[in-house]
């Protein structure tokens, strides 16, 4: 029997992004990667809920469900692993929370590495508490619901920001950011241009030679100085 339209299981994608990919990103900021793709792109709503001991990196294994439901978060929970970010659109704020406690959990022994939400979560005391990166939009005493419908491996949007099943999300205090997955070497090769310009700016203005001319000259252009 064929599904209906808003309630598949679609074929996951092949992984682009490789591990040793990933573990390169680990150790860039969102802020430079944003710089890297013309900071057009990004979240502002959500923020980490977790014990922060790192960074957000991985590959979305993305879910589409109406707000308040979340039988197919947990299948995905189900069909996650080691490098897998749970990313769901739930339609923005509440009223139910999407994840709590037992899901966490859940993801915990999957080896997940972590969830995006756009929606709420509840039980945010034991999230708080442990290391895996959960991202959301607030909080919710309220529970979830489980009866679909949901999509899952469909392009999703979080805040606004497009995400597809197999790109590169990270996250850290800044906030998320999504790297789609063909882009991702090139665009790593610009962020690491990008440390290297950052690290020498830092090191002339430790050495007291930053220079600053530009400041006045941009002023001089637009009529100010």
């Known amino acids: 029997m064929t599904s209906p339209h808003g309630f598949r299981i679609h074929p996951r994608p092949a992984h682009l992004v490789s591990t040793s990919l990933m573990e390169r990103y680990r150790n860039f900021p969102v802020a430079n990667v944003s710089d890297a793709m013309s900071r057009t792109t990004g979240t502002s709503q959500l923020r980490a809920f977790h014990r922060r001991d790192g ?22 929970i ?30 915990i022994s999957r080896g997940a590495a972590g969830f995006v939400i756009d929606g709420l979560i509840r039980d ?20 979830p619901y489980k009866d679909g419908p949901g999509e899952l491996h469909v392009p999703v949007s979080i805040d ?22 063909e882009e991702a070497e090139a665009i790593a090769v610009r962020v690491e241009e990008v440390q290297r310009m950052e690290a020498g700016v830092l ?9 600053r001319t530009w400041v006045d000259r941009s002023l001089t252009d637009k009529g100010v100085l």
């Open 55 to 76: 960074n957000l990196v991985g590959r979305a294994l993305t879910v589409r469900t109406r707000p308040g439901d979340n039988l197919m978060v947990h299948k995905a």
């Open 78 to 107: 189900d069909l996650s692993g080691p490098g897998d970010v749970i990313v769901v659109d739930a339609g923005g704020v509440g009223p139910n929370a999407i994840i709590g406690e037992i899901m966490l959990a859940l993801a």
């Open 124 to 143: 945010s005391d034991t999230i708080g508490k442990e290391p895996l990166p959960v991202y959301a939009r607030g909080v919710s005493h309220r529970g």
């Open 160 to 181: 606004g920001m497009v995400v597809r099943p197999g790109d590169l999300i990270i996250g850290d205090g800044d906030g998320l950011l999504v790297v789609p997955a």
């Open 203 to 211: 090191e002339s203005i430790a050495q007291g030679r930053a220079d």
